[in-house]
């Protein structure tokens, strides 16, 4: 609740602006007064700056020279609980509170005055002459629906200037309007169409919403096979939240999931969520930021950094897929929105549940100690069957060279599109072939700015950097030694595979499933729905097909190369694995017809792989606890990782091993100092990154030490420094 702390005019108040100062202004409160937390404008120097009034001023010098605040902004004041919960990321995370208020405030055109604004919408005419500038306004104005812009955004998304957007309003191809200040979403009926719930589910639902009306912080873990219907029990959670009058947040960890989620938010309360995700358009990411704050939006569907929406009133979080990695934000604010989520109820006495099929190691051991409460849902709901998994012994296969499904596999895909059904072969690499090698000189095509190779694309007929995105033309000659004509592929990207399936199953009709296939999430969004309608017989896909995707038809699925992320020395590639190869083969066998999942291996007798078979998952982590107990590391130890990364390699070099000289401040909390040692990528867009790891037992005062520690040296000026508390590989 917005707690009502007011100052009158002219108070002195204190203002914490998104200027990288490092602390807060004092200012007189404007001639009405303001409430705290209230979002405001303040001058700085000549500029005019985003603040929000934090506190009471802290006087103690020449009054008189205190200027006032310039205006508070239309938006409701930020909620006691918001700004806490922001004091704890920043000190988490090691991150300046600027920073964390820049992430709180990403409402495009927050500092609008407030009143009528004019805004643009399709219009009721053909313009009289079509040209690409005119063509591509309408365009933008098609894929977004009937969504209204104000005259920069549709400039902007068509990349025309305004000019062209005031000739189509001329001609009525484009409509101009007044448009009123944003307006509440429609509200959603919790008691409209719940589905029958099975007895499970049932029980499930109803500890949930217990949760709910105690009105009280807690965490539970939603543990169940795909298809077992997490989503239709936490559904319930959200109604019996929008009962209580509080708001509820979803977050999804992929853009593509958000479609279907919608269509099933509508189908049980009869409106459409609020949504919050990069796909999203300026005029409803700003409506969407103050409907959160006024309470104008009951449900919010969202990516990650919807956590930092002003919500007046969150009751539940639910993380869904809790365990994929795409919830750890990886540059800017470093933080992980799964545990940030539970950090965020905790301040503002909500529920999380977290939901997935295969949590991630710390999940699950938190619901072993006890700190979170567990539910498992362990059947599919009605008559679908779990897969049946086997491994191919690829040892055992007969396959000629540039050859990647095995004959077992081939004659189970030819089987199953015989009777009508679909194919799933997973491949975790885009493009056609991860390595070009000159075939004269033994010379890998890299990235000239990366130290990484160039992956071929044969779709877009280029080489790209999966580093830095650079893309070059195919060249005719080794760059290394002139002879032309001898660059050849290496190994298999799903284009290739692609390439194989044509060639060995002609009849099949092929869809390939890979993010850069794809120029817009309605693409992807439209060949799914495709796919899930019966318009491919066999699925090639990368790791965008794991995830919660939903294909009726789908009965076999075939993991290419089941060891490809048991390679490499990251202590998290077991469970990484064990995740990925149960959430692919759980898309087989989503409908009436049993499904089945075959693993192609060269190591059928690997530890993970047995595990992934015996579906022991209990046995699997279990023994992950225990090796992770032993080395100290997570979740029964700390890390953090520091990357330095400059253009001169000698800097980060040098400062690396300085800093890992003056370790005092961490050994006084006994951690150990790792490093420095080049970062597993040592080389992105032209800047060298070195890596320092930092290891503490659970309980110490980590963020202190480290501050104390990095604050030791100066960081030179072409060098960059991040703290990555938590980080997503070790
Ligand atoms: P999960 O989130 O665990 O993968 P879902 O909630 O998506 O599972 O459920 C899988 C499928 O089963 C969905 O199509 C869903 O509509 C259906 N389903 C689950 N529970 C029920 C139920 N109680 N009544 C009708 N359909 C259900
Ligand atoms: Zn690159």
């Given at each position: 609740m917005a707690d009502l702390s007011f100052f009158d005019g002219g108070a002195l108040v204190s203002v914490l602006t998104t200027e990288p100062l490092g602390r807060a202004l004092d200012y007189r409160a404007p001639e009405g007064g303001c409430f705290l937390g209230a979002f405001v404008e303040v001058p700085l120097g000549p500029r005019r700056v985003l603040g929000v009034v934090w506190g009471a001023g802290e006087g103690g010098y020449d009054l008189a020279k205190v200027r006032p605040v310039t205006r508070v902004l239309d938006a409701a004041p930020m909620s006691e609980a918001m700004r806490a919960f922001l004091v704890r990321v920043a000190d988490y995370t090691l991150t300046p509170m600027p920073a964390m208020l820049r992430l709180a405030t990403r409402a495009p055109g927050l500092a609008d005055p407030p009143g009528p604004r004019r805004v643009y919408r399709k219009g009721w005419a053909e313009p009289d002459r079509m040209t690409e500038a005119r063509g591509r306004v309408l365009d933008v104005l098609d894929e977004y629906g009937g969504a209204a812009f104000t005259l920069g955004e549709l400039a902007g998304l068509a990349g025309v200037s305004s000019g062209v957007v005031k000739g189509l309003v001329k001609q009525g191809a484009v409509a101009e309007e007044e448009a009123p200040r944003d307006l509440p979403y429609p509200s959603l009926d919790p008691d409209l169409q719940g589905k029958a719930l099975a007895d499970d589910q049932a029980a499930a639902a109803g500890r949930l919403c217990a949760g709910?009306?105690?009105?009280?912080?807690?965490?539970?873990?939603?543990?169940?096979?795909?298809?077992?219907?997490?989503?239709?029990?936490?559904?319930?959670?959200?109604?019996?939240?929008?009962?209580?009058?509080?708001?509820a947040l979803v977050l999804l960890p992929e853009i593509a999931l958000t479609a279907e989620f919608l269509t099933r938010v509508e189908a049980r309360f009869g409106a459409m969520p609020g949504e919050w995700h990069s796909g999203v358009t300026q005029t409803e990411r700003r409506r969407l930021w103050r409907m959160a704050g006024e309470g104008g939006v009951g449900l919010v569907v969202g990516a990650r950094s919807a956590l930092f929406l002003p919500f007046r009133d969150l009751g539940l979080i639910v993380v869904d897929e809790e365990h994929d990695t795409s919830y750890k934000q990886e540059d800017g604010v470093l933080y992980n929105a799964r545990d940030m989520a539970v950090l965020r109820a905790s301040f503002c006495d909500a529920q999380v549940v977290l939901a997935s099929a295969t949590p991630c190691l710390e999940t699950w051991a938190n619901a072993e100690a006890g700190k979170y409460a567990r539910i498992d849902l362990t059947s599919r709901f009605g008559v679908a069957e779990m897969p049946e998994l086997m491994a191919v012994d690829m040892r055992a296969e007969a396959l000629e060279p540039n050859r990647w499904i095995g004959p077992t596999l081939v004659r189970a895909v030819t089987a199953r599109i015989a009777a009508g059904e679909q194919a799933l072969l997973f491949l975790n690499r885009r493009g056609y072939a991860p390595v070009t090698i000159c075939r004269a000189c033994g010379h890998q095509i890299g990235c000239e700015h990366c130290d990484a190779r160039m992956v071929e694309h044969r779709f877009l007929k280029r080489l790209v950097c999966h580093q830095c995105g650079e893309t070059k033309p195919m060249p005719a000659a080794c760059p290394s030694c002139g002879v032309e004509g001898r660059l050849a592929p290496v190994g298999p990207g799903v284009e290739r595979l692609a390439e194989e399936v044509a060639e060995r199953i002609p009849e099949a009709r092929v869809a390939v499933l890979s993010s850069d296939l794809?120029?817009?999430?309605?693409?992807l969004k439209e060949k799914i729905a495709e796919i899930a309608g019966g318009g491919a017989d066999i699925i090639i896909g990368t790791q965008l097909v794991a995830k919660g995707h939903n294909f009726p038809l789908l009965t076999l699925v075939?993991?290419?190369?089941?060891?490809?992320g048991l390679q490499g020395s990251d202590l998290r590639a077991a469970e990484r694995t064990f995740q990925l190869m149960r959430q692919v083969s759980g898309r087989a066998g989503r409908g009436a017809r049993p499904g089945v999942a075959m693993l192609q291996t060269c190591q059928p007798d690997h530890a993970v792989i047995r595990a992934i078979l015996s579906g022991d998952e209990e046995a699997f982590w279990q023994a992950e606890a225990g090796e992770r107990?032993?080395?100290?590391?997570?979740?029964?130890?700390?890390?953090?990782?520091?990357?330095l990364s400059s253009p001169d390699v000698q800097t980060v070099f040098d400062f690396g091993a300085e800093l890992a000289r003056r370790d005092a401040p961490l050994r006084r909390i006994g951690a150990q100092v790792f490093g420095p040692a080049?970062?597993?990528?040592?080389?992105?867009?032209?800047?060298?990154?070195?890596?320092?790891?930092?290891?503490?037992?659970?309980?110490?005062?980590?963020?202190?030490?480290?501050?104390?520690?990095?604050?030791?040296?100066?960081?030179?000026?072409?060098?960059?420094?991040?703290?990555?508390?938590?980080?997503?590989s070790f």
């Open positions: 709910i009306r105690a009105g009280r912080y807690g965490t539970t873990l939603l543990k169940g096979v795909t298809g077992s219907g997490k989503t239709e029990v936490y559904l319930e959670a959200v109604a019996e939240c929008l009962r209580a009058g509080r708001q794809f120029g817009s999430a309605r693409a075939g993991v290419i190369d089941a060891d490809l107990q032993a080395a100290g590391m997570p979740p029964y130890g700390r890390l953090a990782g520091i990357v080049p970062a597993p990528v040592a080389r992105v867009r032209g800047r060298h990154r070195v890596r320092l790891l930092v290891k503490a037992a659970k309980g110490v005062a980590l963020q202190a030490a480290l501050a104390e520690w990095v604050g030791q040296l100066r960081v030179p000026n072409n060098l960059r420094l991040a703290i990555d508390i938590d980080p997503q």
